[in-house]
């Protein structure tokens, strides 16, 4: 501490130039002259323990990992009170501490924060800038901003902040003031950053944009005060604009992979100061990147179109536009061709079309499969979401082109990774086309995967052929016939059969699981193993959209009972039969 006395007293002398040992690299804001704001940097820097080497000389590499070391109390930090604030500029690394700051008055935003240290921020340029604080240890960053010292608040922002944006005038005076959270002290390096206006910043300035590319764009900087009519106060706006080659229709996706809070929104216009063709904005809940699709039906060639983006909230941010035609089996004539086998990803984002399935609402933005069956065989059609919509959708087989529905499905929650599914089992005969119709309800889009397998009736389709079983086993009801009904289940004529013999008098647990698919269905235990007819039935239990189907049944030594599962024809699946003794509820 000795040293560091003798340094502070050398600091601002007469001769402090390159040749003066005490100054020597002494310029650390790089602003031409060695000044306060210097050696405030120099106070920042010492308590890190870096800034002497080996030969008792000053060290100005910067570039260190952080050491915290505390200070004595009697040691005062230049900037910690208002009016000493040391004067900061934009888009240059500070080091501050607030190891022996004081303070009494909490902040607005966040009444536990009180030892702090002020910056003077006084911008070059009209703008947006951003107060970026990256904390050492355990250090949460509180900033707030005022006009004066008197105490009047312009902004606040809580620990750790991650949206510390403020609009500056060049010329006024901004002060910074930052502490810990929780009447806590510590470490901190930070910045101003400053954004300029983009240059697509004015309708008249939009960015010309082609079919099967991506563009990468951000809002920070931008300007603006009218908002579209999706969205709420994004009045911070870019543009785009895209002349169309084809008629049809042209949707705008855009992934705001800075996911960080309000919404993107996207508007297109039919020109500068024009209407309003469409708006959309992100409203889901989904993992992965969020995205924003902007559809514009009916576009016609070679008019030009004028695209708006913005965030919520008066916010900014980042993302990708990417602009691609409607779906080309957007109609049933243009359905793709599918075989038996295939894995096809599929989307109706663009799509166009009207409800005319039995078991949809609104599910009118339709596109189309043909299958052509090469024998006479039972296939099963399977469409799982994988645009984390959660929205439900149908899927629906016609006979020909404006015929007749021959089978609907809508979606349900399932599978192994709780994903949306639908599927049915349909019977084809050799040459057999249909078409397979796909859809989200609600006027939705998404994107989907399409796997159409063959299946063969299970073995113990039928009660005479029962499987004998012990403990646990795997099952499956797809492809399974029957025409009876449990008395706990509706339709569930999908079934499968097995025999149990139990070594010992006891209860025994017995009970069914999901195992793949979307397998929903009932389980019954008979008492006895006689098909015809069946047997006193001794319980009957079925699964709910999360729960097993399990059974307590008390069974005697030697005696053969028979189980019966099945499932109706959405729930037809892949399941688990467990069976053991010494089970019971609770």
Request: with cysteine.
């Amino acid at each position: 501490m000795t040293d560091f006395g003798i340094l502070c007293g050398k600091w601002l002398a007469d001769d402090c130039d390159a040749s003066n040992l005490w100054c020597d690299r002494a310029d650390i804001n790089q602003s031409g002259d060695v000044g306060m704001e210097d050696l405030a940097q120099m106070v920042a820097d010492w308590v890190e323990g870096n800034v002497w080497d080996d030969d008792n000389q000053f060290d100005l590499d910067l570039d260190f990992t952080f050491r915290s070391i505390a200070l004595p109390e009697t040691l005062q930090l230049l900037n910690d009170e208002c009016e000493d604030a040391i004067v900061i500029t934009s888009d240059t690394e500070y080091f501050g501490s607030t190891q022996t700051a004081t303070g009494t008055t909490p902040f607005s935003c966040e009444a536990s924060a009180l030892y702090d240290v002020w910056y003077n921020f006084i911008p070059e340029q009209d703008g947006l800038y951003k107060v970026h604080v990256e904390s050492t240890g355990s250090f949460s960053s509180c900033v707030a901003i005022y006009s004066d010292c008197a105490g009047s608040e312009l902004h606040c922002w809580g620990r750790n902040d991650p949206d510390r944006y403020f609009e500056a005038t060049a010329g006024t005076s901004y002060l910074i003031r930052i502490a810990d959270y929780g009447s806590s002290r510590g470490d901190f390096r930070f910045t101003v950053i400053y954004y300029p206006t983009p240059a697509n910043d004015e309708c008249s300035e939009a960015l010309p944009v082609e079919m099967g590319q991506y563009y990468p764009g951000e809002t920070y900087g931008a300007t603006g005060n009218s908002a579209s009519s999706c969205g709420w106060d994004d009045t911070k706006d870019v543009w785009y604009k895209y002349t169309a080659v084809d008629d049809g229709t042209i949707v705008f996706t855009f992934y705001q992979y800075e996911y960080d809070g309000p919404y993107l929104t996207a508007a297109v216009f039919d020109g500068c100061d024009g209407t309003e063709l469409a708006c959309a904005v992100y409203m889901g809940t989904g993992e992965g990147d969020p995205e924003t699709i902007l559809v514009l039906e009916d576009a016609q060639q070679g008019q030009t179109y004028y695209i708006r983006v913005a965030r919520d909230d008066f916010n900014y941010g980042k993302f990708d536009l990417y602009v691609e035609p409607g779906p080309e089996n957007d109609e049933c004539t243009d359905a793709e061709s599918i075989d038996v086998g295939d894995d096809t990803a599929g989307s109706t984002i663009g799509a166009t079309g009207s409800d005319i399935t039995s078991c949809g609402s609104d599910d009118s933005r339709d596109i189309w499969y043909s299958l052509t069956s090469s024998e006479n065989q039972t296939v099963l059609i399977r469409v799982s979401d994988y645009s984390f919509s959660w929205m439900f959708y149908t899927v629906s087989i016609f006979d020909s082109c404006g015929g007749s529905e021959q089978a609907c499905i809508e979606s349900s929650e399932g599978g192994g990774e709780m994903e949306m599914t639908a599927q049915i089992v349909y019977e084809m005969s050799l040459g057999e086309t249909v078409y397979i119709r796909v859809a989200y309800n609600d006027d939705a889009m998404g994107r989907f995967d399409l796997n159409i397998s063959q299946i063969e009736v299970p073995y113990n389709d039928e009660c005479v052929d029962a499987e004998a079983v012990d403990g646990y086993t795997s099952g499956s009801t797809l492809g399974a016939t029957g025409s009876d009904e449990s008395s706990c289940g509706e339709n569930d004529t999908h079934d499968v059969w097995y025999t149990f013999t139990p070594e010992t008098t006891d209860t025994y647990s017995i009970g069914i699981h999901q195992e793949e698919g979307s397998f929903e269905g009932t389980i019954s235990v008979y008492d006895g193993d006689s098909c015809d007819p069946l047997p006193m039935e001794l319980g009957c239990e079925q699964t709910s959209e999360w729960e097993d189907a399990e059974l307590y049944i008390e069974l005697t030594a030697e005696v053969t009972y028979l189980i019966r599962v099945a499932s109706d024809d959405a729930g037809q699946g892949s399941f688990g039969l467990d069976i053991y003794s010494g089970g019971g509820p609770g």
